[in-house]
């Protein structure tokens, strides 16, 4: 056969190959946006793939499910969407449309012919978005967790309180149960899990421990007449939920965590106390008591004082230098124990005496506290009208005491003979002193301010006390005053404190 014939039937074969080609394309892989028979998320697509796909991710988003604790705890209803659950619709509108145009001629036809039997279906690519999520259950966090109690000590009845485990809401797990509902179209509800927390101290542990020696110990004073009442009872919770409480070597303790909230639910009641620079009513007031007179007893015994403020006064019931102020959540006495062996708090009222002591298997410190008034500022004044009052009565809301700044000085001398000295200084602002008198009063009636030279000469010795503006003889003799609720007269530690004071213990 010559060459001629030869390249006749080649090319009769390749336009036979290149129409059946043609044949089998129109036959598996049809114009239009997807292969015939190709389902998404479980339904045929007979129309336009973006409405099909639009249409599921709304009814996955818009899924209500039911969640609660795994105690059992109801957290309510939400949508998956509410909930952060997405859809990324173009990706999978952009796999359905690729599918029977990737790949060579004969894996396209078989991705048809399996199309066109009803065996692919393009699921939707779904994600969860754990932010939204975190922050919806985050609103149960609070009333739901519930930190770890350690074993304490009563001390007063030597035995052991148990410890108990304490849960914290798993957010990772949270995550988890949330896709799980996510993938399974039957689901209605998402069990939240919790993580139990073990204690750090166990009932074994602390009967166990060596207490015999007193490291520090502090003494205040407080009153239970009249409004002084419930305030009073807040210094015996206060303390009652310090009692017992140890300290680890290097643990770190923190006054508001311990004590807790200071709430009605957590046991303590409406008393005065200051806000601002100024004598309210509120609930919890007498717990700075308890939180100075645990200062001092750290103080003394030697523990390390990592944070803790001074009050916005000088208080009636501990010298300057040793008090400290708190307020939950923000203001907080932290203490570090430094020691090589455990340290338990034992605090307790009787009668109008506040006591606490840190007691431990022994005594390596003795400590010096040294303070000294370094300077004064007089206080300023208030005057508010009270349309409730007539004549020349004035009502005192406030009395006014003078700033201090004040250098505080602690010597720790350890049983080898040496020495640490902290120094740091404390600044009381001046207390305002706040009348209220009737409309129209002529203010010239009220005694005069004190000057820097008054405040800085009352200061000055400790024989000499200052004088209150309530109580330096008025220009008028006529004017009465009264004290209003919670104004208490301050005392002469408050108003003129000794210029230099040491204390060793």
Same mark, same amino acid.
């Given at each position: ?132 999520? /975190? ?65 750090? /101290? ?5 009967? =166990?421990?060596?207490?015999?020696? /007193? ?115 923000? /203001?907080?006495? =932290? ?84 020495? =640490? ?85």
């Amino acid at each position: 056969m010559g060459i001629l014939p030869r390249v006749g039937i080649l090319g009769v074969l390749a336009g036979v190959s290149a129409f059946a080609a043609h044949s089998a394309h129109a036959r598996y892989l049809p114009a239009g946006e997807t292969l015939p028979g190709l389902r998404v998320d479980g339904d045929a697509v007979n129309g336009p793939v973006r409405a099909l796909v639009e249409s599921h991710a709304e009814a996955l988003r818009s899924r209500k499910v039911h969640l609660k604790s795994d105690k059992g705890d109801d957290l309510g209803e939400a949508t998956l969407g509410e909930l952060g659950v997405k859809v990324d619709q173009d990706e999978v509108i952009s796999r359905a449309t690729r599918l029977g145009h990737d790949g060579d001629f004969l894996a396209r036809a078989e991705v048809a012919e399996r199309a066109a039997r009803g065996e692919i279906d393009v699921p939707l690519t779904k994600t969860v978005e754990t932010a939204p999520f /975190v922050q919806w259950i985050a609103r149960y966090k609070e009333s739901l967790d519930a930190p770890p109690a350690s074993a304490r000590l009563d001390l007063e009845h030597r035995t052991v309180i148990p410890e108990k485990s304490g849960r914290y809401l798993d957010a990772f797990g949270a995550v988890a149960a949330l896709e799980r509902a996510m993938n399974d179209p039957s689901a209605k509800e998402i069990v939240v899990p919790f993580a139990a927390v073990p204690p750090r /101290v166990t009932s074994d542990f602390v009967s =166990k421990l060596d207490v015999h020696e /007193v490291l520090g110990t502090f003494d205040t004073w407080f009153s239970r007449t009249g409004d002084q009442k419930r305030r009073g009872a807040n210094i015996d919770v206060g303390a009652s939920k310090l009692d017992g409480v140890v300290l680890m070597p290097g643990e770190i303790s923190s006054f508001n965590a311990i004590v807790g909230d200071r709430s009605e639910e957590n046991g303590f009641q409406r008393s005065w106390e200051i806000y601002k620079g100024e004598m309210v009513e509120g609930v919890g007031g007498g717990t700075c008591q308890v939180a100075s007179t645990l200062h001092a007893a750290a103080f003394f015994g030697g523990l390390e004082v990592l944070e803790r403020l001074p009050h916005s006064r000088p208080s009636a019931y501990i010298p300057m230098g040793l008090d400290s102020t708190v307020v939950y959540p923000i /203001v907080d006495l =932290k203490l570090r124990n430094p020691h090589s062996f455990p340290v338990v708090i034992h605090a307790k009222t009787d009668g109008l005496k506040l006591t606490i002591q840190l007691l431990g298997a022994g005594r390596p410190t003795k400590v010096t506290f040294a303070r000294e008034v370094q300077g004064t500022k007089p206080w300023p004044r208030k005057v508010e009208e009270d349309p409730k009052l007539t004549g020349n009565l004035v009502r005192v809301k406030q009395h006014g005491i003078k700033g201090f700044r004040v250098k505080r000085t602690r010597t720790v001398t350890f049983e080898d003979g040496r020495k =640490k000295v902290e120094s740091n200084i404390d600044t009381y602002p001046p207390t305002t002193e706040i009348y209220a008198v009737p409309p129209g009063f002529d203010e010239s009636k009220l005694p005069p301010l004190p000057t820097d030279e008054d405040t800085d000469a009352s200061s000055s010795s400790s024989s000499k006390p200052a004088v209150a503006a309530t109580d330096a003889a008025p220009v008028a003799t006529d004017v009465t005053y009264v004290d209003a609720p919670g104004a208490h007269a301050p005392t002469t530690a408050q108003k003129a404190p000794e210029k230099s004071l040491t204390l060793t213990r």
